[in-house]
Nanobody
Framework: QVQLVESGGGLVQAGGSLRLSCAAS????????MGWFRQAPGKEREFVAGIAWSGSRTSYADSVKGRFTISRDNAKNTVSLQMNSLKPEDTAIYYCAARVAPGITTLDTEYRYWGQGTQVTVSS
């Protein structure tokens, strides 16, 4: 069955770094656009970053541009999110998601598969 399993979350001080990973199984990973989303308490889920199936194209939310980097390894069926210069407002549950249609989109409804999420907490 399809599985997306996130890891790498935790507690970090402002200015620090974390690297999130998502291991995929049960579908043809290399054919899917992958995205990272996050949801903070009391807020709607929002797009963070996306990467095309080949890894040749990426997209970022303005709030993380220049600080976060998304990457993928199709041989290992993994997608990662390197997060640097973390801020307290980055605190949220982070989810990876897979989209079968081509093209990166910020709309969470366009993503078919979702992981359970990993908590990221940034202290000030």
């Amino acid at each position: 069955q399809v599985q997306l399993v996130e890891s790498g979350g935790g507690l970090v001080q402002a200015g620090g770094s974390l690297r999130l990973s998502c291991a995929a199984s049960g579908f043809t990973f290399s054919s899917y656009v992958m995205g990272w989303f996050r949801q903070a308490p009391g807020k709607e889920r929002e797009f963070v970053a996306g990467i095309a199936w080949s890894g040749s194209r990426t997209s970022y939310a303005d709030s993380v541009k220049g600080r976060f980097t998304i990457s993928r390894d199709n041989a290992k069926n993994t997608v990662s999110l390197q997060m640097n210069s973390l801020k307290p407002e980055d605190t949220a549950i982070y989810y990876c998601a897979a989209r079968v249609a081509p093209g990166i989109t910020t709309l969470d409804t366009e993503y078919r598969y979702w992981g359970q999420g990993t908590q990221v907490t940034v202290s000030s």
